[in-house]
Every structure is written in structure tokens, then in C-alpha cells.
């Protein structure tokens, strides 16, 4: 956020002009100054602006070196990959930019550039995300699930080997997005699909491990063979990653 010292015969209004915000914006973020009425020379305003929040730029993660090595994923394939997030990224942060300059009367439900590009944020943040959270769950040793995660899914599916058959199941079923999240309504684990064709996001609902279903997460290395990168995606599932995602939950939920 963009800071003003104050100097010399400065005041909230001569402040608010030269930035062109609203005094009142002013006063409402800089709270922890005395009096705005009488700044003392010195003083730091913060003077509020929607690049720093509401249409923020982004930068792309590094990609995880351990990526490369993976049994049953090529370096291009991930390369390939990590290159559509970057896409997403891009898209993210132009997207925002003209936004943030973007002619709001001219607005209407049936079609407007306004509403393009609000649907368009939607998708490009969606992705980034879902990419990241995918990227981070891999890298592992892979195996049975462990520590509190595995006791989770015990609780909620029965066991270990039909959670893992309901998630290969959802998988082969998908078009896009696999997550296995935790519901903070219900309590309980589920295995949802999420695609660009009906992307409502499940509200109260934390993923915990992501699988990228697209073509384009496995197209290089199995072409269509999508039961074999299934495979290749439980070889290397970092478990460490997903119960650390639960533990956090928990902390933030407050969740027993």
C-alpha cells in the first residue's frame, strides 16, 4: 500500500486531492493516528488503493525442483504444465488491470465486457489456485495416506481403500478438477469434481489434495490413458503437504 510522509502544511485534503481518494477513505485507513485534523511532520498515512487489494497483481510459485524426478512424469510434461499456470497467472493480473479501469454503466446481466471480465477473473483465479494447491500436493513418497489425514478418511469413508477407489473413481469421472476437501457445515470429507462447465465453488468447503484432471495435466505422457496418470498421480502424493493442509484447518476453525 502506497505511504505518504507528512511534511510541512500538509493537510487530509491537500493529501486526499494529490492522490484524488476520498478524505473519509483516508481517515477509515489510518485509524492508529491520533488526530488527522493536526498531522505532525512525520507522520505516515497509508493511502488506500484497489492495486494493493481488490485487483492485486500476481506472481507465479516457483515450481518444485523434486517435480522433475518424479516416477511416472516426464520433466516436459510438468514443464508443459507449469506453463499453463503461469498462463493463468498472466491472465489473472490483465484481467484485474482492466477492471480496475473498467466502464461500469454501460452493465448488464445478458452481455456486457464487464461481465466477461468478472466470469473471466472467476475462472483464471479458480485455476490459479486449484494449480498451485495440485503442484504442492505433489513431490512425495506417495503410498497409503498418513497421520491425521488417514484417520480422517477412515472416519468418514470406512476406509483407506474406498476413499482411494471413490477418488480414482471421481477422477476417471471428471472432465477437470478432483478435490478430496473438508466441509466446515457437515463436518465430514468429500470427493468433488470441479469443471470450467459448472464452476459455482462449494462455499465452507477447504481442499485438502487436488488432482488435475484436464488433458493437458497427463496428455504428453499418456496421451489419453488417463487410469495410468491416475496411477503415476498416487506414486508421488506428499501426504506431509495434505495433513499439514487439515492441521492448519484446524487451527484456523477451530475444528476438534
Not at 473471466?120 to 505433489?138: I, P, R, S
Request: with cysteine; net charge negative; charged share 25%.
Amino acid at each position: 500500500m502506497p505511504r505518504h510522509v507528512v511534511r510541512s502544511g500538509d493537510t487530509i485534503k491537500n493529501i486526499a486531492k494529490k492522490y484524488n481518494i476520498n478524505p473519509v477513505n483516508i481517515a477509515i485507513t489510518n485509524a492508529h493516528l491520533e488526530n488527522l485534523e493536526h498531522l505532525k511532520i512525520g507522520d505516515i498515512l497509508y493511502i488506500p488503493d484497489c492495486v494493493d487489494g481488490a485487483f492485486c497483481q500476481l506472481e507465479a510459485r516457483s515450481l518444485k525442483q523434486q517435480l522433475l524426478s518424479m516416477m511416472g512424469f516426464s520433466p516436459r510434461q510438468i514443464q508443459e504444465h507449469y506453463k499453463l499456470y503461469q498462463g493463468y497467472i498472466s491472465k489473472t493480473n490483465e484481467i484485474r488491470t482492466k477492471l480496475r479501469s473498467g466502464d461500469t454503466k454501460d452493465v448488464n446481466s445478458i452481455h456486457s465486457k464487464y461481465r466477461s471480465l468478472k466470469i473471466d477473473e472467476v475462472n483464471a483465479v479458480a485455476n490459479n489456485k486449484l494449480h498451485e494447491m495440485y503442484f504442492d500436493n505433489l513431490g512425495g513418497h506417495g503410498g497409503i495416506a498418513t497421520g491425521a489425514v488417514l484417520e480422517t478418511i477412515v472416519k468418514d469413508f470406512g476406509s483407506y481403500e474406498f476413499w482411494e477407489r471413490d477418488f480414482r473413481a471421481t477422477g476417471l469421472a471428471s472432465r477437470g478438477w478432483v478435490i478430496l476437501g473438508y466441509d466446515l457445515d457437515d463436518g465430514h470429507l468429500h470427493n468433488y469434481i470441479q469443471e470450467d462447465s459448472c464452476f459455482m465453488p462449494i462455499v465452507r468447503f477447504e481442499p485438502l489434495l487436488v488432482l488435475d484432471m484436464y488433458e493437458h495435466a497427463y496428455f504428453l505422457d499418456y496421451g489419453s490413458n488417463s487410469r495410468s496418470y491416475i496411477d503415476a498421480f498416487f506414486r508421488n502424493i506428499d501426504w506431509f503437504t495434505v495433513n499439514s493442509r487439515l492441521q492448519n484447518l484446524k487451527l484456523v476453525f477451530n475444528i476438534v
